[in-house]
């Protein structure tokens, strides 16, 4: 996780291929990384999953599944992590994406997917969902969670 600087040239450090599905509904999308950067997760929207890498040496070390009672298709897009590192967070796209490529962003349930993180980051589960909701006047769910941030108020 080291090694970038504004003066290096392009492609400095040269990019290392870490993990590689070539199954067709994969969509990595959106990080998130441990405390200490310990372990880092790669979120795919496609396969409702996360893969978790060792933060040092680039190792596959596991998936943890989001699908839960919560959504059965939670569609996940981008991370965030509590400042005591022990949750995560992620948007989760709707039924209407309504920016970005379309192609794996049609999720079932737009809103936050709340994430315990265990095993130092190296595992998680699901706990819950906030749904958030915007029907426009013909019906049609449009919310669509496409960013996320948590904010210190200390």
């Known amino acids: 996780m080291g090694g970038y600087s504004l003066a290096n040239p392009p492609n400095t450090p040269a990019v290392q291929a870490l993990f590689d599905d070539d199954s067709p509904e994969r969509d990595a999308h959106g990080v998130l990384a441990s405390a200490g950067e310990r372990h880092v ?3 795919d929207r496609d396969a409702n999953v996360a893969e978790v890498f060792d933060g040092a040496s680039g190792a596959h070390v596991g ?3 989001l699908v ?3 959504s059965a298709d939670p569609t996940v897009d981008l991370f965030a992590v509590s400042p005591d590192h022990k949750w995560a967070f992620a948007s989760t796209r709707g039924p209407n994406p309504l920016s970005g490529d379309p192609h794996s962003s049609h999720g079932s349930d737009p809103g936050m997917l709340i994430l315990k993180l265990t095993g130092n980051g190296k595992k998680g589960t699901v706990e819950g969902l906030i749904r ?3 029907v426009d ?3 049609v769910q449009r919310a669509d969670a496409h960013g996320i ?3 210190r108020t200390d």
Request: avoid cysteine; hydrophobic fraction near 40%; glycine fraction near 16%.
């Open 68 to 70: 839960s009672p919560f």
């Open 149 to 151: 941030r948590v904010r």
């Open 137 to 139: 006047a013909g019906g």
């Open 41 to 43: 997760w790669a979120g």
């Open 132 to 134: 958030i909701s915007n």
């Open 63 to 65: 998936t943890v599944d």
